[in-house]
C-alpha cells in the first residue's frame, strides 16, 4: 500500500540558489543534505509536513554532479522543475513486484539507496502516463523526522 | 505560512484512462471530481494521504476542456507529466501578497476558485526555478475530507 506523498524531487542548477529561493520565499529550511554517488546527484531535504502514515512530505532539491547522471540529462532536455513523484510505503519490494507484475516497468531489480537511508525504486515514466515515480520506504529512524533546530 | 503539500498537478490527454492507471496501479479512488470552466480542465481529485496541518494531500489529474486553456497548451508542449505542485496555506491572500513583496510576479490580482470550493492562486514559474506552483486554501468543509466510500 502506497501510504503518503514522500516527497516532489525537483531538479536544478544550482542548489544553494534553489535552496535559498525556498528559504526566503516560503520559509523552508534544510533538514538534510548529502551526495548520492549512484544516482549522480547533490541533494537537500526540505520538510513540508507530517503525514498520517507517521512519516513525513518533503521536496528534495537535485543538482547533478555529473554529466552523465540521469538528472542531468534531464536537465539539459528540460530546464530546471519537477523532475519526479515519490510515493511512501511500508514495503518498497513487495509494491514493486505488485506493480511489475501488472505491466508496469520498474528500472531497477533491487531497491537502492535513496534520501536519508531509505530503498527506493523508479516506474518507467513511459508506463505512468509521463510521471517518473518513485517508491520508497524510509530508513526506521527517519521516518517521522522533525525539522533540525536553526 | 505553508503547511502542507495540498496537491500535485498531474496533466493528462485522457482523464478516464489516468484515472483507471492510479486506481489500478495503486489503488488510489476518485473523491471527488468536477470541471473548472475558468480554467479550461476536467478533474479528478485522488486522496492519497492526511496532513498534519489538519488537511490532505491530493493527487490532481486535469484533462484540458478546450484547445487554448493553459493546460492543452502545456499539454501540447510537453506531453503527459507533472503540470504543477500547489502548497496548503490558511491565508492564500496574505501569503500571495507576501510573495509577491518578495518580488515573485503572482499570476492573479485576487484568489480564484480551485478545486472542491477552495480558493488559489499560482506563482509565475520563471520565478520558482521552473516550478508552476499553486497557494491553496481549502474550503473548510474539504480540508480534512476522507474518501468516499466504495
Redesign the interface.
Known sequence: ?????DH?G?A?FDLE??VE?YR?????EVHHSEVNEEQGVREAMLR??????GGA?WLQLLEPVRDDSPVAKWLAKN????HH?A?GTADVDGEAEA?RD?G?RVLYDQPRRGSMGSRITFLH?KD????LTELVTSAPTETSAEPEAH
Chains 1, 2 share one sequence.
Not at 1 to 5: D, E, G, N, Q
Not at 79 to 82: H, I, K, L, Y
Request: hydrophobic share 40%; aromatic share 10%; charged share 15%.
Open positions: 500500500m502506497l501510504t503518503r506523498i516532489i525537483i536544478c540558489a534553489t529561493f526566503t520565499t516560503y520559509g523552508f513540508v509536513n507530517g503525514t498520517d502514515d512530505t530546464g530546471e522543475g519537477v513523484i510515493f506493480i501488472k508496469v515514466p505512468c502516463h509521463g510521471v
